[in-house]
């Protein structure tokens, strides 16, 4: 059941004296190590600003996907993502140009066809993909098991 709006997420980002590093947590879950990504000077083991915003774009279209499948009584068989955010020096600035999401989605033959109506209702509903200014691709592979 969902709680009244306005909704409220919070989080904590503590330098972590190397650099430009820090630690994010909130919420009793647990930390993560950010910082710039390797095209900024960073560390490949950090997750990035850029990684974290192309892979909110990709969780918040599975947990969309995965709210309107119940609501339809969609049975998934199995649900892979690969998100690709691609960030540009444009007239505006150094920014994301876009973001592609590879969905690759098994459930059975006769429910083919409904699988990719709730990916596309998904795609229409996901709150951070309508949030962005870049435009969001969802490529899908939907096939039975």
């Keep these: 059941m969902s709680l009244p709006f306005p909704h409220h997420y919070q989080i904590s980002l503590t330098w972590s004296h190397e650099g430009s590093e820090g630690v994010l947590s909130g919420n009793s879950k647990g930390p993560i190590l950010a910082g710039p990504p390797p095209q900024f000077d960073g560390k490949l083991e950090n997750w ?36 690709e955010g691609t960030l540009d020096k444009t007239s505006q600035g150094i920014l994301f140009s876009g973001v592609t999401l590879k969905v690759d989605l098994s459930v059975s033959l006769p429910e083919i066809e409904k699988a990719k109506s709730v990916l596309e209702k998904a795609k229409k509903y996901c709150i951070v993909s309508n949030s962005i200014k870049c435009p969001v691709t969802v490529e899908a592979n939907v096939n039975s098991k």
């Design 48 to 83: 990035s600003p850029e990684d974290l915003f192309t892979s909110s774009v990709a969780l918040c279209l599975m947990t969309t996907f995965f709210a309107l499948a119940k609501r339809n009584d969609l049975i998934v068989d199995r649900y892979a993502c690969a998100a």
